[in-house]
């Protein structure tokens, strides 16, 4: 079993006199994967935590509120539980929408992201049928001397909690509205107990790593350094590992390049970078209230790949924005045909409640859904084009994941089938790369 980091008093008297069986189900990002991880390790002090929701007493549900689509699945969820008579907690983004949840689940504790310190209570609560609500209004109430799980093989460390934009599409924005930064040594603490716990892929989740420190008088670079530096061969006690850099929005990256590139010449960093540009329009950047411009865009991904050539580029493509012409979608598309990114997650815009888009005259639905089959065919076909470079070639590849066959991540993150491997899970192979297709690359390991 996983051990916990900075764990209270009695962390491991967890099932003789358990108060309950609690079982969390998370949606969403890596950042709300972490605060799950907090969670778990929160209630484990006085609840058994299960893995499956048969036979437990409480469903805590830790939501996500970035596209309508997910948020319409989290609600029909509620729905089944409130018709099924099942005790629920609501936590993660969708508490900000207080409101809708009560008209849907009037007896559900509510736990806003920056309250996951009160999941016992409202776990409690839950049980009881009081309809509490968690919700911090001012600076994010501190989760840095909170327990947490330090799973294994791949361990997610949050940095830091909100960012300092204001995109007009964003609800995510409303639920994690403080920024709030995690101290290096925190961190650097955390990778290090995970490492030692078996972690061999630390996942580093915010909301935005590049708003990183700004609150504390110090940047992502300077963390990104002591990351580094702690040992600067990237292993700890002989064990070696691999971080993922989080999600970095453009006009951070921008600023910060030379130096996020020089820490990527580490070699405990993968060499990828998500960094999401949402359009190809200059036009509708602006009208997203976007911090960047699509130039900045084009800038890091040339500088990347000039310092890394075969470095990761992931991105993010929002459809159908409200001010979206036709000639602004072609802006899209040519900028995918140019920067060719790795991995593109694509959105049909959704309108969110609170945000300034929600009161823009929408694009016809059909319009929309062509233009996102456009965007996904030819994701599809850079994606293809960009995995198959890699066939006849031997990488070393970390292994991560083990279903049918085993899975691990090679140094730029392309996600690699490993076929003869009897190894185990956090284990480094070379392996050779025989075939590729949308999602990954497949190889034979090296006996």
């Known amino acids: 079993m996983p051990s916990p980091a900075e764990s ?21 990002c890596t950042l709300n994967q972490a605060d799950s991880d907090i969670m778990r390790a929160i209630l484990l002090s006085e609840h058994a935590v299960v893995d499956s929701e048969a036979g437990c007493d409480v469903t805590v549900l830790n939501t996500c509120t970035v596209k309508g689509a997910t948020e319409n699945r989290i609600f029909a969820r509620m729905k089944r539980l409130v018709e099924a008579g099942r005790p629920f907690v609501v936590a993660g983004c969708i508490s900000a929408n207080i409101g809708k949840i009560r008209k849907s689940c009037p007896l559900a504790p ?40 330090l799973t294994a093989p791949i361990c997610r460390i949050p940095i830091n909690d909100g960012c300092v934009s204001s995109c007009h599409f964003c609800q995510t924005k409303l639920a994690r509205p403080h920024l709030s930064s995690y101290p290096p040594k925190s961190i650097v603490k955390w990778i290090n107990d995970g490492v030692r716990n078996g972690a061999r892929e630390i996942q580093l989740a915010s909301q935005d790593s590049g708003a990183y420190g700004l609150d504390i008088k110090t940047n992502l670079l300077a963390l990104l350094g002591a990351i580094a530096n702690d040992d600067s061969s990237g292993r700890v006690q002989g064990k070696e590992y691999m971080v993922r850099l989080g999600m970095i929005n453009p006009e951070h990256a921008k600023r910060m390049l030379p130096g996020i590139l020089d820490a ?26 976007r911090d960047h411009s699509v130039r900045d865009f084009y800038d890091i991904v040339e500088t990347a790949r000039g310092a890394f050539p075969e470095a990761s580029i992931a991105t993010d493509i929002i459809v159908g924005y409200p001010t979206e012409t036709e000639d602004d979608f072609q802006e899209t598309l040519e900028l995918l045909r140019r920067s060719k990114p790795e991995v593109v997650n694509v959105s049909k815009f959704s309108p969110r409640p609170g945000t300034v888009a929600k009161g823009l ?72 790369i025989y075939d590729a297709n949308l999602g990954s690359l497949f190889g034979e390991a090296v006996k």
């Not at 209270?8 to 969403?28: D, F, Q, R, S």
């Not at 309809?131 to 327990?147: E, M, N, V």
């Not at 070639?393 to 003869?420: M, S, W």
Request: proline letters at 6%; hydrophobic letters at 35%; aromatic letters at 8%.
């Open 8 to 28: 209270p008093p009695n962390h491991y008297l967890l099932c003789v006199n358990a108060m309950a069986k609690v079982y969390i189900e998370t949606y969403g």
């Open 110 to 149: 509510i736990v806003s992201p920056s309250s996951i310190r009160h999941i016992g209570s409202a776990v409690a609560d839950a049980l009881a049928k009081k309809p509490s609500i968690y919700a911090c209004t001012g600076p994010c109430d501190a989760k840095t001397g909170l327990p947490r799980i």
């Open 264 to 289: 990527l010449h580490s070699p405990c960093f993968y060499k990828f970078l998500h960094v999401p540009v949402q359009t190809g329009s200059e036009k509708v950047c602006t009208e997203m209230n």
């Open 361 to 432: 005259k929408e694009i016809p639905n059909g319009i929309v859904k062509r233009r996102s089959g456009v965007v996904s065919a030819l994701t599809k076909e850079i994606t293809k084009e960009r995995r198959m470079q890699y066939v006849g070639r031997r990488l070393r590849v970390l292994i991560t994941e083990k279903e049918k066959d085993f899975k691990g991540r090679a140094i730029n993150y392309h996600q690699v089938v490993v076929k003869g491997f009897s190894g185990e899970l956090g284990d480094f192979v070379d392996v050779d």
